[in-house]
DNA sequence: ATCTAGATCGGCT
DNA sequence: GCCGATCTAGATG
């Protein structure tokens, strides 16, 4: 019997067409999948267990409810990478997706650390006490884990060094819930996630 | 388990 | 000027 290896000599990064479609349903689809950085100093690899959808001028959530400096690359070709920076300190991880005109991107949340872990803990400047499933739960936890910022806003997410990859058969449920720190539209259910994963940046919520 | 404050600054009303 | 698509440490039930 051959089986998948556990660490694989490489990752099959995500077609740009994945990305063409509704932000909802790329976000519900990235559940599962793999985000891969080929770093100089190895490779970091985590399982996308959380992500949220923001779409366009229906949404007043989104940054793309507007098009501005900001937010135009959200309404370009999708499957480039938006990061953004927030609270005077954190950088956030999007993909976007939609096609040209019709905005929309997906926030990664939280993965759980599958390569690279090690690494991780000293990005994040952690130590052992930091069980390896919280070293990336939560968007700019994410971010400082795998070692993305402003560098990567506009790369393509596609191919290497930084990308999206499948993940294989989807073990467990997705469940979803309204998105985090969210006032409008709280009835848009478009926060998704492995449901009972350790990772999460939260529970969701039982209703 | 749940709350609060504080850090810190770019984007945009 | 105000306010975040957040995180951490510390206090409190």
Do not use: K
């Not at 100093?41 to 229906?58: F, M, N, Q, S, W």
Request: hydrophobic share 40%; aromatic share 8%.
């Amino acid at each position: 019997m051959s089986r998948r290896p556990a660490r694989p000599a490489a990752y099959r990064p995500l077609a740009r067409r994945f990305f063409a479609r509704d932000a909802v349903v790329v976000a519900r689809a990235l559940v599962g999948c793999l985000l891969v950085h080929e770093t100089p100093h190895g490779r970091l690899v985590g399982r996308i267990v959380e992500t949220e959808a923001y779409r366009g001028p229906d949404d007043p959530a989104s940054h793309a409810y507007r098009r501005t400096a900001r937010s135009a690359i959200m309404y370009g070709p999708p499957g480039v990478a938006y990061v953004y920076f927030t609270y005077g300190m954190h950088w956030c991880l999007n993909v976007v997706t939609g096609s040209p005109g019709v905005p929309g991107a997906v926030l990664l949340r939280a993965v759980e650390p599958v390569e690279g872990a090690e690494r991780m803990r000293r990005l994040r400047g952690v130590g052992p006490e930091v069980p390896a499933a919280r070293l990336a739960a939560g968007p700019a936890r994410l971010t400082q884990a795998f070692g993305v910022g402003p560098r990567h806003n506009g790369t393509d997410l596609t191919a290497p060094p930084l990308y999206l990859a499948a993940g294989g058969p989807r073990r467990g449920t997705v469940v979803a819930g309204p998105r985090v720190g969210i006032r409008a539209a709280r009835d848009r259910w478009w926060r998704f996630g492995l449901a009972g994963s350790p990772a999460l940046s939260r529970p969701f919520p039982r209703l």
